[in-house]
């Protein structure tokens, strides 16, 4: 089955440190882009960060830019979001989402979400 699978959300208190993962199965790792998303009660979803398989070409959103780190585990189809000095107002759901690198297609497979909780 074609699947991502987010795992690593928690509480924390600001200042602290969380590593997310996405596990990707079902699906050919190299030919896509996986992305980190995030919402947040009563906003609407926003990108935070994405990282272009094959190549490694990563983007941060301004908001993370310096504090978020993506990567990837090629072998073990694995993308990991390293999160550092957090702030309450990177409390949401953080979701994974994939897309094929070469097409205009948007994100069409999604992971299920995992709760990132930063307390002040």
């Known amino acids: 089955d074609v699947q991502l699978q987010a795992s690593g959300g928690g509480l924390v208190q600001a200042g602290g440190s969380l590593r997310l993962s996405c596990a990707a199965s079902?699906?050919?790792?190299?030919?896509?882009?996986i992305g980190w998303f995030r919402q947040a009660p009563g906003k609407e979803r926003e990108g935070v960060s994405c990282i272009k398989i094959s190549d490694g070409t990563t983007y941060y959103a301004n908001s993370v830019k310096g504090r978020f780190t993506i990567s990837s585990d090629n072998a073990k189809k694995t993308v990991y979001l390293q999160m550092n000095n957090l702030e309450p107002i990177d409390t949401a759901v953080y979701y994974c989402?994939?897309?094929?690198?070469?097409?205009?297609?948007?994100?069409?497979?999604w992971g299920q979400g995992t709760q990132v909780t930063v307390s002040s």
């Open positions: 989402a994939a897309r094929v690198s070469a097409s205009t297609r948007a994100y069409h497979i």
């Open positions: 079902g699906f050919t790792f190299d030919d896509y882009t």
